[in-house]
């Protein structure tokens, strides 16, 4: 299993936005800078410019994700350090590193403008951590090479990093299928996240659950494909045929059984060879050449 320990996590915004005072000036943006680049902004509840610099600055801070870091001062009530720094106007920006100013500019800037000044302060910081990315493609090759058991705990530890990461939890539930364990597989997606619900990886694991609980009934591949053989009308014995064949690891045989059912009777029960489809269609990545013949031989009966 790959070792995670240190791996960083993201700083949650309350700990990258913070509001400055003189007395914590030498904590939050001196001492701070040496770890992480800081941006202090100096404003003024009084100042115009500030309340559309103010927003705009934290949102570029916040999607740098950790690179780098904002104090607010407000120059009202802490005129020591805004003196020494001499600034005039308001809204005023310093970024600092190491301990030491580095850029900075005066009055409101464009979104576009105010993106670029926290990239380029985020990259003094250096590149941003590759450890989770890195530690998913190890999981992947983990699973690609059969050793489901160590790919599952690694795509569990990466969600002890980051409990939001789609590709984790979509891993942690191949896994768990892998090893034939498709109830632990249907509880991993279950208690994912509600805001990543939509994830195009986690609905391609949605879709194997459901197609791995179809295939916990599906019978001998052989004996289904003697049936369709025997009556090639006889539907029900195609569709049996794709599932089981899907289950024992044959999707292009099992798509090709679906087409062949689809160009038969595409209403059969209510449709059921394009919903199976798009179940197997789903459950693959986009561009698996089954996929894609699939897809452009469905098109091309539908549109027949």
């Keep these: 299993m790959l070792e995670l320990g240190t791996t960083p996590t993201a700083a949650p915004a309350a700990d990258l936005i913070i509001d400055g005072t003189d007395a914590t000036f030498m904590q939050d943006v001196i001492e701070a800078s040496q770890t992480v680049p800081v941006i202090v902004d100096f404003w003024a509840t009084w100042c115009g410019p500030c309340k559309t610099l103010g927003p705009a600055i934290e949102a570029a ?4 994700g950790g690179r780098v870091k904002l104090v607010k001062i407000d120059v009202d009530a802490n005129p020591g350090y805004a003196g020494q720094l001499r600034v005039q106007s308001i809204p005023t920006v310093f ?6 100013p580095v850029d900075g500019f005066q009055g409101a800037l464009p979104p576009s403008e105010i993106q670029a000044f926290v990239d380029k ?3 003094l910081g250096g590149e941003p951590d590759n450890g989770l990315a890195d530690a998913v493609e190890a999981a992947e090759q983990m699973l690609a090479d059969g050793d489901a058991a160590d790919a599952a705990e690694t795509f569990a530890a990466i969600l002890q990093e980051d409990p939001a990461h789609g590709g ?5 539930v191949r896994s768990h299928l892998a090893l034939g364990d498709v109830d632990q597989a249907e509880a991993v997606l279950n208690g994912a996240p509600a805001e990543i619900s939509t994830d195009v990886q986690l609905e391609a694991a949605h879709a194997q659950v459901v197609l791995a609980r179809e295939a ?18 006889d ?3 195609r569709f049996d045929l794709a599932v089981a ?5 044959d999707a292009e045989a099992a798509v090709a059984t679906l087409l062949e059912l689809f160009r038969r009777d595409r209403e059969w029960n209510d449709g059921a060879a394009r919903t199976q489809l798009f179940k197997l269609f789903d459950a693959l990545p986009a561009n698996d050449p089954v996929v894609l013949n699939g897809r452009r031989k469905l098109s091309s009966l539908i549109f027949a």
């Excluded at 984790?168 to 942690?172: H, P, V």
């Excluded at 064949?245 to 690891?249: E, L, P, S, T």
């Design 61 to 64: 801070v916040t999607a740098a």
């Design 95 to 100: 970024a600092f590193h190491e301990g030491q």
């Design 235 to 237: 539907h029900q014995a």
């Design 168 to 172: 984790a939890y979509a891993g942690l």
């Design 216 to 233: 916990e009934n599906a019978g001998p591949v052989a004996e289904l494909a003697e049936a369709v053989e025997a009556n090639p009308d």
């Design 245 to 249: 064949q899907h289950a024992n690891g």
């Design 121 to 123: 302060v985020a990259a």
